[in-house]
């Protein structure tokens, strides 16, 4: 049974590995997690690069799509932790640790500071939205998660 803050880095490591996908980062960091996951073991690194390639290959992942493909690496890091030598296990933990660090902060610099995923047509974005209509316009804003705020803004009115 893998601890509660290993279990954590093995989820942040399944987001990371969603997130890296696409980007310019995706090669070094494929092949490092291959490297971590496949432990010396040709075969195993092979497979993993085939997975991540098919994660990768993945047509603009929904939201929920997304969340099975992050978890699915979480399961991935979970068993490699867990397996491993207690040694071992530590060490894996500091490459799981500086992949995720590497990503996040790769997320930060490109103003990202998580992960958004619209489907077609859609807007993404994860942050604070200010949506103006100017010059007889129309603004339109859907919230499709979380609960109403105790006190929405009216239109026509500056929020209170």
């Known amino acids: 049974m893998l601890t509660e803050s290993l279990a954590a880095l093995a989820a942040a490591g399944g987001t990371a590995v969603v997130s890296a996908a696409g980007t310019e980062l995706w090669d070094t960091f494929r092949t490092r997690v291959a490297g ?4 010396g073991n040709d075969t195993a690194e092979r497979i993993t690069l085939e997975r991540l390639d098919r994660t990768a290959a993945e047509p603009e992942p929904t939201a929920a799509s997304a969340a099975d493909l992050a978890s699915a690496w979480a399961s991935r890091f979970s068993d490699a932790l867990e397996e491993a030598p207690r040694e071992e ?3 894996l933990a500091a490459q799981l640790r500086e992949l995720v660090d ?16 619209a489907g077609a047509g859609g807007v993404a974005v994860n942050g604070e939205v200010h949506i103006e209509a100017k010059d007889g316009g129309h603004a339109a804003n859907v919230q499709n998660f979380g609960t109403v705020p105790a006190n929405p803004t009216v239109p026509g009115r500056p929020p209170a």
């Open 36 to 39: 971590l996951l496949g432990r």
């Open 89 to 91: 296990q530590e060490r």
């Open 102 to 117: 590497e990503i996040n902060s790769h997320r930060a610099a490109a103003g990202a500071g998580g992960t958004a995923i």
